[in-house]
Nanobody, 126 residues
Framework: QVQLVESGGGLVQAGGSLRLSCAASGRTFSAYAMGWFRQAPGKDREFVAAIRWNGGDTFYADSVKGRFTISRDNAESTVDLQMNSLKPEDTAVYYC???????????????????WGQGTQVTVSF
């Protein structure tokens, strides 16, 4: 079992920055690939970014590429999402997720993540 707790959400003006953090507890953090997803009101949950177990590879949705950066610290059991140049369309609840099956992990597929945090609200105003 892995417990995930997100923090760092809030209200920011367009063009601003926020840094989300996800703290993990339970099983060995370094055994899990990590991802960030988001869900806006009335929309499906969508992939934002993901990072492999050792942090060697990162993946991004086209909509955030060049603006967001995912990173992890296996010693601290945390994964962060640095969000720059925020846009109103980035407004959503952001979720941290953990995937523990390296053989079948598809980084953008929410069904491939076994554990989820409770989410943190990000609101970007005009």
């Amino acid at each position: 079992q892995v417990q995930l707790v997100e923090s760092g959400g809030g209200l920011v003006q367009a063009g601003g920055s926020l840094r989300l953090s996800c703290a993990a507890s339970g099983r060995t953090f370094s055994a899990y690939a990590m991802g960030w997803f988001r869900q806006a009101p009335g929309k499906d949950r969508e992939f934002v970014a993901a990072i492999r177990w050792n942090g060697g590879d990162t993946f991004y949705a086209d909509s955030v590429k060049g603006r967001f950066t995912i990173s992890r610290d296996n010693a601290e059991s945390t994964v962060d999402l640095q969000m720059n140049s925020l846009k109103p369309e980035d407004t959503a609840v952001y979720y941290c997720a953990a995937a523990g099956n390296p053989g079948t992990w598809r980084y953008s597929m929410s069904n491939d993540y076994e554990y989820w945090g409770q989410g943190t609200q990000v609101t970007v105003s005009f």
